[in-house]
């Protein structure tokens, strides 16, 4: 069985910043590792997501404040967030991405983290 346990949510004030972090359970290989976000009555986005080889894609809204990182070794992802503004509130979900696999999920999600950037 493969989790995703994330960590780092909660409440900052408006310019503050937070770190997620995001590990599988396990030494499953991942192309790529990112995060999303859904806040209320919204779809679910793309906020960053970095693969095995360095390639990094930022949602627009979050590029220059936001960097993502990754521990290749233990299929661990972080989210450094800067700057936060009230409409980053949202809760936040780890994806682990297997690539093509001849069996089994391609796809993985943690439980979500919830972040509430707020006054």
């Known amino acids: 069985q493969v989790q995703l346990v994330e960590s780092g949510g909660g409440l900052v004030q408006p310019g503050g910043s937070l770190r997620l972090s995001c590990a599988a359970s396990?030494?499953?290989?991942?192309?790529?590792m990112g995060w999303y976000r859904q806040a209320p009555g919204k779809q679910r986005e793309m906020v960053a997501v970095l693969t095995k080889g360095g390639v990094t894609n930022y949602a627009d809204s979050v590029k220059g404040r936001f960097t993502i990182s990754r521990d290749n070794a233990k299929n661990t992802v972080y989210l450094q967030m800067n700057s936060l503004k009230p409409e980053d509130t949202a809760v936040y979900y780890c994806?682990?991405?297997?690539?093509?696999?001849?069996?089994?999920?391609?796809?993985?999600w943690g439980q979500g983290t919830q972040v509430t950037v707020s006054s």
């Open positions: 994806n682990l991405d297997r690539g093509p696999v001849r069996s089994g999920p391609r796809n993985y």
């Open positions: 396990g030494s499953i290989f991942s192309i790529t």
